[in-house]
């Protein structure tokens, strides 16, 4: 790439559209809460945050079902903020069946699922969670998988080879080197995706994006345990066209979202 | 953006800040068994530091701290080759002692005694790694040289450690008052007991590298350690300076504790070093 493309950047709209956002009072009490909804569009306008896929951390501390009310309440109104909700097996019936809930996702404008599958003791397969997994590739609905936060590597790897054309985006995998345990999965899997937050890696955007091309990266933040303009600047001033740069900063989960069909 | 300050300003639209050059005091060099890397070479390091405004940098290679086999060699080549933009830390591995003792007679034997300052700035200890504590005998010798010549020792800190956690660490501390000591990675994890050993200890710094992905540690170090106390650090090539600025820019702290944190407390602890080496 010459210093012409680079140049590009200055030139193009780049929008930041977070696909890794919290709030919410953790279990333990934190250094980095933000409680309110009001709080955390306040910090996105701070550092200039145009949207966020965000979801409440009651949905992985205390209940799924508590936490998904939490956020679909707390979203109400704000068209910057698109809901993700987490999920689990239905054998105890927890959830609605599956067409109700997906016309209520598509009603509280909730447009990701999660799973915390160690957290909330089970196994996200196909002997669990079959039927859902099976509407989500369907139906394109992305499905958040969080290292930091209840799923290990092996459990996504079996996962994904279960259900190859899942739309699955691995997030917080740590800021320890993990490009050995994703880039398997972003080679093996079209619908892999991986966030930015906690890739810390100098030169890991580079050589991601000259690998496998801008579309499987999405900009997230891991607000507010993280802050939110550490991956936007490593982001701004990565050596990658202008273009890589628009699609990894929003365009790409924009896409994700519009191809889903609730 | 993420801030409306000159400097906030000059960072995001140019990726550096000429009045706010950047003394990263951790770093490493070379590849490494557990992490890709793909910048991991001295010319790609020295260009992802232009590009980030890192004036100087403090490392360690890879190699003197896990390969026994090679030492500090590769470090010393890499230092002669960018001698205004690199210095390193003789790094210390207490399991082979005799090792140690090369690398001290070595210092010793330099006409600048009591340190190379045209290579070394400096000592590395990486106790966790090691598997030997911070206060075995073993690392005896590498204080009290460190001590003696009132050298920087940088040492990976860690909470809940037992090899180099904050109660060995303040063992250490009172044991050789005359080392200025780099808490790397300041206790991650237990920052209560790191603001502590900056407060009970005058000789202590709070390095970040790894800091800066924990959003409220900043403010926290700032707010009760003082920003005169802390050292910025990436473990380049391990992570991107411009995310650590990123967060340094996003923190509710002041312009003022940015230029402490980046460039000041470095350049007054450098200071009788620079002076000698010429960067």
């Given at each position: 790439?010459?210093?012409?493309?680079?140049?590009?950047?200055?030139?193009?709209p780049v929008?930041?559209?977070?696909c890794?956002v919290?709030w919410?009072?953790?279990i333990?009490?934190?250094?980095?809460?933000?409680s309110?909804v009001?709080?955390?569009?306040?910090?996105?306008d701070?550092?200039?945050?145009?949207?966020?896929?965000v979801w409440?951390i009651?949905q992985?501390?205390?209940?799924?079902?508590m936490?998904?009310?939490?956020?679909?309440?707390?979203?109400q109104?704000?068209?910057r903020?698109?809901g993700c909700?987490?999920?689990?097996?239905?054998?105890g019936?927890?959830?609605?069946a599956?067409?109700?809930f997906?016309a209520?996702?598509?009603?509280?404008?909730v447009?990701?699922?999660?799973?915390?599958?160690?957290s909330?003791?089970?196994?996200?397969n196909a002997?669990?969670?079959?039927?859902?997994f099976e509407?989500?590739v369907?139906?394109?609905v992305?499905?958040?998988?969080?290292v930091?936060?209840g799923m290990?590597?092996r459990?996504?790897?079996?996962?994904l080879?279960?259900?190859?054309?899942l739309?699955?985006v691995?997030?917080?995998?740590?800021?320890?080197?993990?490009d050995?345990?994703?880039?398997?999965l972003?080679?093996?899997?079209a619908h892999?995706?991986?966030?930015?937050s906690?890739?810390?890696?100098d030169?890991?955007?580079?050589a991601?994006?000259?690998?496998?091309g801008?579309?499987?990266l999405?900009?997230?933040?891991?607000?507010?345990e993280?802050y939110?303009?550490?991956?936007?600047?490593?982001?701004?001033?990565?050596?990658?066209p202008g273009?890589a740069?628009?699609?990894?900063?929003g365009g790409n989960l924009?896409?994700?979202?519009?191809?889903?069909?609730? | 953006?993420?801030?409306?300050?000159k400097?906030a300003?000059?960072?995001w639209?140019l990726?550096?800040c000429p009045?706010?050059?950047?003394?990263?005091?951790?770093?490493?060099?070379g590849?490494?068994?557990s992490?890709?890397?793909?910048?991991?070479?001295?010319?790609?390091?020295?260009?992802?530091m232009?590009?980030?405004?890192?004036?100087v940098?403090?490392?360690?290679h890879?190699m003197a701290?896990?390969a026994?086999?090679l030492?500090?060699?590769?470090?010393v080549?890499?230092?002669?080759?960018y001698?205004?933009?690199?210095?390193?830390?003789?790094?210390?591995n207490?399991?082979?002692p005799e090792?140690?003792?090369?690398?001290?007679a070595?210092?010793?034997a330099d006409p600048?005694h009591?340190?190379?300052?045209?290579?070394?700035?400096?000592?590395?200890?990486?106790?966790?790694?090691?598997?030997?504590?911070?206060?075995?005998?073993?690392?005896?010798p590498?204080?009290q040289y460190?001590?003696?010549?009132?050298?920087?020792?940088?040492?990976h800190?860690w909470?809940?450690?037992?090899f180099?956690?904050?109660s060995?660490?303040r063992?250490?501390?009172e044991?050789?008052?005359?080392?200025?000591?780099?808490?790397g990675h300041?206790?991650?994890?237990?920052?209560?007991?790191?603001v502590?050993?900056?407060?009970?200890?005058?000789?202590?710094?709070l390095?970040?590298?790894a800091v800066?992905?924990?959003r409220?540690?900043?403010?926290?170090?700032?707010?009760e350690?003082g920003?005169?106390?802390l050292l910025?650090?990436t473990?380049?090539?391990?992570?991107?300076?411009h995310?650590?600025i990123?967060?340094?820019?996003?923190?509710?702290?002041?312009?003022?504790d940015r230029?402490?944190?980046?460039?000041?407390?470095?350049?007054?602890l450098?200071?009788?070093?620079?002076?000698?080496?010429?960067?």
């Amino acid at each position: 790439m010459d210093e012409t493309q680079l140049l590009l950047v200055e030139e193009l709209p780049v929008r930041f559209f977070d696909c890794n956002v919290f709030w919410g009072l953790p279990i333990k009490r934190s250094l980095s809460t933000i409680s309110t909804v009001d709080m955390l569009l306040g910090e996105m306008d701070r550092a200039g945050i145009q949207k966020a896929l965000v979801w409440h951390i009651a949905q992985h501390d205390a209940s799924p079902q508590m936490g998904n009310r939490l956020l679909a309440e707390g979203i109400q109104g704000h068209s910057r903020l698109v809901g993700c909700w987490t999920l689990l097996p239905n054998q105890g019936h927890e959830f609605p069946a599956l067409p109700t809930f997906f016309a209520d996702m598509k009603r509280a404008r909730v447009g990701a699922l999660r799973v915390f599958p160690n957290s909330h003791r089970f196994l996200a397969n196909a002997v669990s969670m079959g039927d859902w997994f099976e509407q989500m590739v369907e139906r394109r609905v992305p499905l958040f998988v969080s290292v930091r936060r209840g799923m290990e590597w092996r459990d996504v790897y079996a996962l994904l080879a279960e259900f190859p054309d899942l739309v699955c985006v691995i997030c917080d995998h740590g800021c320890w080197g993990m490009d050995r345990l994703f880039r398997p999965l972003l080679e093996r899997y079209a619908h892999v995706y991986v966030d930015t937050s906690q890739y810390l890696l100098d030169g890991g955007l580079e050589a991601l994006v000259a690998d496998y091309g801008s579309a499987r990266l999405l900009f997230g933040s891991g607000f507010p345990e993280s802050y939110f303009g550490g991956m936007m600047l490593a982001l701004r001033h990565a050596r990658i066209p202008g273009e890589a740069k628009v699609a990894i900063a929003g365009g790409n989960l924009e896409r994700i979202l519009e191809e889903e069909s609730l | 953006m993420i801030g409306e300050t000159k400097l906030a300003q000059d960072f995001w639209e140019l990726g550096r800040c000429p009045e706010c050059p950047i003394y990263d005091m951790h770093g490493h060099m070379g590849v490494w068994h557990s992490i890709y890397f793909p910048r991991a070479d001295t010319a790609d390091m020295i260009r992802t530091m232009d590009e980030c405004g890192v004036r100087v940098l403090l490392f360690s290679h890879h190699m003197a701290l896990f390969a026994p086999d090679l030492g500090n060699t590769l470090a010393v080549e890499a230092v002669r080759r960018y001698p205004d933009r690199l210095r390193a830390y003789c790094a210390v591995n207490p399991n082979y002692p005799e090792l140690l003792d090369a690398d001290l007679a070595a210092l010793d034997a330099d006409p600048h005694h009591p340190l190379i300052p045209d290579v070394y700035l400096g000592l590395k200890f990486l106790a966790d790694y090691h598997g030997i504590a911070l206060s075995d005998e073993r690392y005896r010798p590498a204080w009290q040289y460190a001590d003696e010549h009132e050298l920087l020792v940088l040492a990976h800190t860690w909470g809940g450690s037992p090899f180099d956690g904050p109660s060995v660490v303040r063992a250490m501390a009172e044991a050789y008052p005359r080392v200025k000591l780099l808490l790397g990675h300041s206790c991650h994890g237990e920052w209560d007991a790191a603001v502590q050993l900056a407060r009970d200890f005058a000789n202590i710094y709070l390095e970040l590298t790894a800091v800066f992905d924990d959003r409220g540690v900043l403010e926290k170090l700032v707010r009760e350690a003082g920003s005169d106390r802390l050292l910025f650090g990436t473990d380049l090539p391990w992570f991107d300076p411009h995310q650590a600025i990123g967060a340094l820019l996003s923190a509710e702290i002041s312009d003022e504790d940015r230029h402490n944190i980046c460039h000041r407390n470095a350049e007054r602890l450098l200071a009788p070093f620079l002076g000698m080496s010429g960067v």
